[in-house]
């Protein structure tokens, strides 16, 4: 049987959430990845050091037994986010990043950011103690088209933060469009990006040709197929400025299939599986393992994981959910087929 053996790799975003959630999805990340860049976007975000440990002791406590998956703990910048939180982070060995969320952005983004230059000094605090800026790069302006977010956002606010704090490592996450794809290549080497499977898997053609799949709905939205076509060549290039980042967000099934259903793809159960499926259809299968185990590593500055994972090469279905009981969470191409799986 074919198989593809790859060191470890890590995801660099992840939503995990908390409580039955938690417990439900957590298993799945824990058995293909070493480290988790975790999402602070919680129902009651995450602001402070205190809050990101306490978090952290929940997540710790939520692992499967003899797991030693690593959850690196990100805050959330909000307006009252100060230059002592920034201190705070740097000096803590738990807290890796801050996450800036546009407000109304996205899922839980209501506490984010409405006026980005307000936050400045936090930025220039944030490069001071070297201090990774992750950022959902999209606009907010109700008016502003869906599909043009993201690379207003680039225009309008990021490359003039860029060039206000050049030495800010920065991480454009879950990139688009081939608007980010230009953006990061030419950037400096302190600017990286994260992809999605689903952003590498599947164009708007999924989310709206025969019907809406509200399974295919996350944010920012998939885009027409020339982007998705950059995405993968970015993530299949061997540029190390793009690395593997989930955005696995799980939602309760019922919140997803709803007149107003919440955005995100459930794609922690074969994480690896999927990212595998699309290097493959590129003939890229020999890049897979610098995109999911190196890259990032590299960009936040950790040692590259040592152990290894193996995928083989078969058919198997996708279930319709996972979870028990109120817990039901339907994962990305539930009921249809994955080609590769882990041993
Ligand atoms: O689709 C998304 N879901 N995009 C995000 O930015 C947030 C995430 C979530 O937390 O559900
Ligand atoms: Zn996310």
């Given at each position: 049987?074919?198989?593809?053996?790859?060191?470890?790799?890590?995801d660099?975003?992840?939503?995990?959430?908390?409580?039955?959630?938690l417990k439900?999805?957590?298993?799945?990340?824990?058995?293909q990845?070493?480290?988790?860049?975790?999402?602070p976007n919680?129902?009651?975000?995450?602001?402070?050091?205190d809050?990101?440990l306490?978090?952290?002791?929940?997540?710790?406590?939520?692992?499967?037994n003899?797991?030693s998956f690593?959850?690196?703990?990100?805050?959330?910048?909000?307006?009252?986010?100060?230059?002592?939180?920034?201190?705070?982070?740097?000096?803590?060995?738990?807290?890796y990043?801050?996450?800036?969320?546009?407000?109304?952005?996205?899922?839980?983004?209501?506490?984010?950011?409405?006026?980005?230059t307000a936050?400045?000094?936090?930025?220039?605090?944030?490069?001071?103690h070297?201090?990774?800026?992750?950022?959902?790069?999209?606009?907010?302006?109700?008016?502003?088209?869906?599909?043009?977010?993201?690379?207003?956002?680039?225009?309008?606010?990021?490359?003039?933060?860029?060039?206000?704090?050049?030495?800010?490592?920065?991480?454009?996450?879950?990139?688009?469009?081939?608007?980010?794809?230009?953006?990061?290549?030419?950037?400096?080497?302190?600017?990286?990006?994260?992809?999605?499977?689903?952003?590498?898997?599947?164009n708007?053609?999924?989310?709206?040709?025969?019907?809406?799949?509200p399974?295919y709905?996350?944010?920012?939205?998939?885009?027409?197929?020339?982007?998705?076509?950059?995405?993968?060549?970015?993530?299949?290039?061997?540029?190390?400025?793009?690395?593997?980042?989930?955005?696995?967000?799980?939602?309760?099934?019922?919140?997803?299939?709803?007149?107003?259903?919440?955005a995100?793809?459930?794609?922690?159960?074969?994480?690896?599986?999927?990212?595998a499926?699309?290097?493959?259809?590129?003939n890229?299968?020999d890049?897979?393992?610098a995109?999911?185990?190196?890259?990032?590593?590299?960009?936040?500055g950790?040692?590259?994981?040592?152990e290894t994972?193996t995928?083989?090469k078969?058919?198997?279905?996708?279930?319709?959910?996972?979870?028990e009981?109120?817990?039901?969470?339907?994962?990305?191409?539930?009921n249809?087929?994955?080609?590769w799986?882990?041993?």
């Amino acid at each position: 049987m074919k198989t593809l053996t790859l060191i470890q790799p890590d995801d660099w975003h992840l939503h995990l959430r908390n409580g039955d959630i938690l417990k439900t999805v957590l298993a799945h990340s824990a058995r293909q990845f070493k480290r988790a860049m975790i999402m602070p976007n919680l129902k009651s975000p995450v602001v402070s050091v205190d809050d990101a440990l306490h978090y952290r002791q929940e997540i710790l406590q939520a692992r499967p037994n003899n797991s030693s998956f690593e959850p690196l703990m990100s805050l959330y910048l909000t307006p009252q986010t100060s230059v002592e939180d920034i201190q705070k982070v740097a000096e803590n060995p738990f807290i890796y990043a801050l996450k800036l969320y546009p407000a109304g952005a996205t899922t839980n983004s209501a506490s984010g950011v409405n006026n980005l230059t307000a936050i400045y000094p936090i930025l220039e605090a944030m490069q001071t103690h070297k201090v990774p800026l992750l950022i959902h790069g999209e606009v907010t302006e109700s008016n502003t088209d869906i599909f043009d977010r993201e690379r207003l956002f680039i225009d309008t606010h990021l490359i003039p933060m860029v060039v206000k704090f050049p030495e800010l490592k920065i991480v454009l996450e879950h990139v688009t469009t081939k608007e980010a794809v230009q953006f990061v290549e030419s950037a400096s080497k302190k600017i990286a990006a994260t992809i999605t499977p689903q952003h590498l898997l599947f164009n708007r053609n999924a989310l709206l040709v025969g019907g809406i799949k509200p399974h295919y709905y996350c944010l920012p939205i998939l885009k027409r197929e020339s982007h998705q076509q950059a995405l993968i060549i970015a993530a299949t290039s061997g540029n190390p400025k793009f690395f593997l980042g989930t955005d696995s967000a799980p939602h309760l099934t019922t919140l997803k299939e709803n007149a107003c259903g919440c955005a995100g793809c459930y794609s922690a159960f074969a994480a690896v599986e999927l990212y595998a499926e699309a290097f493959e259809k590129e003939n890229a299968l020999d890049k897979l393992e610098a995109f999911a185990s190196f890259y990032g590593a590299d960009f936040y500055g950790v040692a590259r994981n040592t152990e290894t994972i193996t995928l083989e090469k078969k058919l198997w279905k996708i279930p319709p959910y996972y979870g028990e009981n109120d817990i039901q969470i339907t994962p990305l191409k539930a009921n249809e087929t994955l080609n590769w799986k882990q041993t």
